[in-house]
Every structure is written in C-alpha cells, then in structure tokens.
T-cell receptor
Framework: DAGVTQSPTHLIKTRGQQVTLRCSPK?????VSWYQQALGQGPQFIFQYYEEEERQRGNFPDRFSGHQFPNYSSELNVNALLLGDSALYLC????????????FGPGTRLTVT | AQTVTQSQPEMSVQEAETVTLSCTYD???????LFWYKQPPSRQMILVIR??????QNATENRFSVNFQKAAKSFSLKISDSQLGDTAMYFC??????????????FGTGTRLTIIP
C-alpha cells in the first residue's frame, strides 16, 4: 500500500516564475491538504481539497492555487515566485470522516533564487 | 485563532533515558484534537500520538505517552527508554473537531531532540 507521494523532491526556480507541485494521496484517501514549512518553522496550512473543490484556505495570497483531480491527486501552483516562497511544501492526505488522521508525504523542497 | 507554543527549541538526552517535551496551546474550544508529530532528517512528518480532548485518559503508544492537562492547556510528550532513532524535530499540533472548515492542523515551532549515544 503506497503512502503519500510527492513530486518533485527538489526544485529550484527564479523569482517571478511559476511552479507546480504534485501530490498523490494514500490509497483510499479522498482529501488532500497542503502545508508550507519554512526553514526552522512548523508547517503552515495553505488549503485543503475535497471532491475537487477547495474546502478551506489558510492565510496565503491568491498566488497560491490548487487543484484536485477525480483520482484525488492534487496540484499546488504558485505564481510570481518570491524569495520568501522558498520552503518545504508538504502534502497530507486523509479520509473524510477520519480527518484527524492525516498522513504526510516526504515533501518538495522549493528554492527560489 | 488557535495558537500552539513549544518553548524548548532544542533538547538532548542520553540514550535509554526519559525525556519530556512541553507544549501549551490556546483555544476557546471545548472539544479538539492534539497531536505530536515527529520529523526526522528525511523530512517526512510521522504521527507519534493523538489525544482527543474529551477523553480524560492520557494517550500512550509504546514508549510514548502524553500528559494532557486540559484546564492548564498543556500537552507534554514523554519518551521513555529513548533510542537513537528518536532523534528528530518534534511538533505539537492542534485541530478543531471535524466540521466544515475546521480540518486543518495548527503546528508549534518544534523542538529539536537529539539522543546521545
């Protein structure tokens, strides 16, 4: 049973560019949440997707957007990258009804230069 | 808004000893979930233990146990017989009870735990 997978593992982008990160949830899970973890900090909630819709959103600008596909996989898009967007981006999957059991992927390390 | 505070940025302990990590939180909710997550150098966030606020009994998972003091809004993690593999960042986290719009984790800033051989 595959756990949560994320791609790519590492990514280097230039300021102003756009980036797309991908997440495949644990088998059977239907809900995907995205978190941003800056260096030396705890993860911060970005948004959550269920039934292909954004269900809730944290305090992040509109440059951060996402999508969920019918197979429950998800993408995180960030436009107009800033140096401050450099972070580890974590994806967590869960099942509606057991939302308190969130399984995390290994993350994507994004570096903006 | 909920806040989670971990006042110990770093801790170290000899292998086989017991260590306690502290966490306090602030909320006006009566029911909620509290978690301890472990993040080793591999970066993958792993759930260590979960506590439901409505349960008075402290949660335990093998060598890991919590001391949940609801009135004091305190949630500490005790690791017994510590092992080298316990070396990691430990995050305390809070979640409101499941309801539309509630299902997000709020994390503290973490405690870096080093187990010394």
């Amino acid at each position: 049973d595959a756990g949560v997978t994320q791609s790519p593992t590492h990514l280097i982008k230039t300021r102003g560019q756009q980036v797309t990160l991908r997440c495949s949830p644990k088998s059977g899970h239907d809900t995907v949440s995205w978190y941003q973890q800056a260096l030396g900090q705890g993860p911060q909630f970005i948004f959550q997707y269920y039934e292909e819709e954004e269900r809730q959103r944290g305090n992040f600008p509109d440059r951060f957007s996402g999508h969920q596909f019918p197979n429950y996989s998800s993408e995180l898009n960030v436009n107009a990258l800033l140096l401050g967007d450099s972070a580890l981006y974590l994806c967590a999957s869960s099942l509606q009804g057991r939302i308190y059991e969130q399984y995390f992927g290994p993350g994507t390390r994004l570096t903006v230069t | 808004a909920q806040t989670v505070t971990q006042s110990q940025p770093e801790m170290s302990v000899q292998e086989a000893e017991t260590v306690t990590l502290s966490c306090t939180y602030d909320t006006s909710e009566n029911n909620y979930y509290l978690f301890w997550y472990k993040q080793p150098p591999s970066r993958q966030m792993i759930l260590v233990i979960r506590q439901e606020a409505y349960k008075q009994q402290n949660a335990t998972e093998n060598r890991f146990s919590v001391n949940f003091q609801k009135a004091a809004k305190s949630f500490s993690l005790k690791i017994s017989d510590s092992q080298l593999g316990d070396t990691a960042m430990y995050f305390c986290a809070f979640m409101k009870p499941p309801n539309f719009g509630n299902e997000k984790l709020t994390f503290g800033t973490g405690t870096r735990l080093t187990i010394i051989p």
